[in-house]
């Protein structure tokens, strides 16, 4: 009989409960602060309009999974039917747990194996996710600026948005040094640990593996030079989906005679990347989404009901995602301990 899978340590499980109950608590509090009815209200108003709402996040997902394809290691080949699916069960755990990356990135690779090697595998999804680090931090700048230049916003909110912007700014500059390939993290951790006596020696008996690893992420636009662009392409065409959604969404929450706009569609798409980036810890970003999109839709429209309903409505839409994961996960029939190894 297999050994049980190890459990997270205690603290890592007590700070994910916490921030669970964190964001269960502010989710509740912005509930009743906009009013159950007035959320219940824009739900009946987004109507069959939520079938388009879940398609073109399907979409996205689609768009995310064929960048992956891309980004797998020739002669090693996978398929968006392979790719989709691993897609939407990784992101389904890290919607439902406080784990987030630590189980969502293992899953997808461990979706596939029976097409590539654990190493292919998790060598792919760390260049699609460099690729969409370096789309995400440009949208999340760009929105940041836009906000600034076009709409007088709060003097609390404009620091909060210079910070984000600086952050996003310093990430993209790292994100493309790694691209580039001349930037070994890793590798230089390990020699400064290795210099120090410092380094486990259960690290330095894998050191090779993940200098391989590595060498393999961080050179992939060099030896695959005609695949950046339509990668990138891929990425940017995710967050366009996300923009048409979040439009659509706001077009159907909006009272009768006022209309959405391409530039609040993108603000509000724009801030919850960051939020997704920076709660990534909180189950579903519960609360914090709600709280972050109402304060801008009332810098944006007015109302920060609009905000905290267009939240529930992304909520609604993930929930049937992660539903698709959940079910994709028991065709697939993958164990626990397959998860974590």
Same mark, same amino acid.
């Given at each position: 009989?297999? =050994?049980?899978?190890?459990?997270?340590?205690?603290?890592?499980?007590?700070?994910?409960?916490?921030?669970?109950?964190? +964001?269960?608590?502010?989710?509740?509090? @912005?509930?009743?602060?906009?009013?159950?009815?007035?959320?219940? =209200?824009?739900?009946?108003?987004?109507?069959?309009?939520?079938?388009?709402?879940? #398609?073109?996040?399907?979409?996205?997902?689609?768009?995310?999974?064929?960048?992956?394809?891309?980004?797998?290691?020739?002669?090693?080949?996978?398929?968006?039917?392979? @790719?989709?699916?691993?897609?939407? /069960?990784?992101?389904?755990?890290?919607?439902?747990?406080?784990?987030?990356?630590?189980?969502?990135?293992? @899953? *997808?690779?461990?979706? #596939?194996?029976?097409?590539?090697?654990?190493?292919?595998?998790?060598?792919?999804?760390?260049?699609?996710?460099?690729?969409?680090?370096?789309?995400?931090?440009?949208?999340?700048? +760009?929105?940041?600026?836009?906000?600034?230049?076009?709409?007088?916003?709060?003097?609390?909110?404009?620091?909060?948005?210079?910070?984000?912007?600086?952050?996003?700014?310093?990430?993209? #500059? #790292?994100?493309?040094?790694?691209?580039?390939?001349?930037?070994?993290?890793?590798?230089?951790?390990?020699?400064?640990? =290795?210099?120090?006596?410092?380094?486990?020696?259960?690290?330095?008996?894998?050191?090779? *593996?993940?200098?391989?690893?590595?060498?393999?992420?961080?050179?992939?636009?060099?030896?695959?030079? /005609?695949?950046?662009?339509?990668?990138?392409?891929?990425? @940017?065409?995710?967050?366009?989906? +996300?923009?048409?959604?979040?439009?659509?969404?706001?077009?159907?929450?909006?009272?009768?005679?006022?209309?959405?706009?391409?530039?609040?569609? %993108?603000?509000?798409?724009?801030?919850?990347?960051?939020?997704?980036?920076?709660? *990534? %810890?909180?189950?579903?970003?519960?609360?914090? =989404?709600?709280? +972050?999109?109402?304060?801008?839709?009332?810098?944006?429209?007015?109302?920060?009901?609009?905000?905290?309903?267009?939240?529930?409505?992304?909520?609604?839409?993930?929930?049937?995602?992660?539903?698709?994961?959940?079910?994709?996960?028991?065709?697939?029939?993958?164990?626990?301990?397959?998860?974590?190894?």
């Amino acid at each position: 009989m297999p =050994d049980p899978a190890p459990r997270p340590p205690a603290a890592r499980r007590l700070g994910g409960a916490a921030a669970a109950l964190g +964001g269960l608590a502010l989710f509740a509090y @912005t509930l009743r602060e906009t009013g159950l009815a007035t959320v219940v =209200d824009g739900f009946r108003r987004v109507g069959f309009a939520f079938f388009g709402i879940v #398609v073109l996040s399907g979409l996205r997902f689609a768009a995310r999974a064929w960048a992956w394809v891309l980004c797998t290691e020739p002669p090693h080949r996978l398929r968006v039917r392979d @790719t989709f699916p691993a897609l939407i /069960s990784g992101d389904a755990l890290g919607n439902l747990t406080p784990l987030g990356l630590f189980v969502s990135e293992p @899953t *997808k690779a461990a979706f #596939v194996r029976d097409r590539v090697s654990l190493m292919i595998a998790l060598a792919g999804i760390a260049v699609e996710n460099l690729f969409y680090t370096i789309t995400v931090a440009a949208m999340i700048a +760009g929105g940041t600026v836009a906000l600034l230049v076009e709409f007088d916003v709060p003097a609390a909110l404009r620091v909060m948005s210079l910070i984000a912007l600086a952050g996003m700014v310093a990430f993209l #500059v #790292v994100a493309m040094a790694l691209v580039s390939g001349r930037f070994r993290p890793l590798t230089w951790s390990l020699a400064w640990f =290795d210099r120090w006596s410092l380094a486990p020696a259960a690290l330095l008996r894998r050191a090779g *593996k993940l200098q391989t690893l590595e060498d393999r992420i961080y050179t992939f636009a060099q030896r695959h030079p /005609s695949r950046p662009v339509p990668i990138l392409l891929l990425e @940017t065409g995710y967050h366009a989906l +996300g923009v048409a959604e979040t439009y659509l969404t706001v077009a159907m929450l909006l009272p009768a005679g006022a209309a959405p706009t391409l530039l609040g569609a %993108f603000l509000l798409e724009s801030i919850n990347r960051f939020i997704n980036v920076a709660f *990534k %810890f909180v189950p579903m970003r519960l609360g914090v =989404d709600e709280a +972050g999109s109402g304060i801008l839709t009332q810098v944006l429209y007015g109302a920060s009901a609009l905000g905290v309903t267009l939240a529930v409505v992304r909520k609604a839409r993930m929930l049937v995602w992660t539903g698709a994961g959940v079910v994709f996960l028991g065709l697939r029939g993958m164990t626990r301990r397959e998860l974590v190894q």
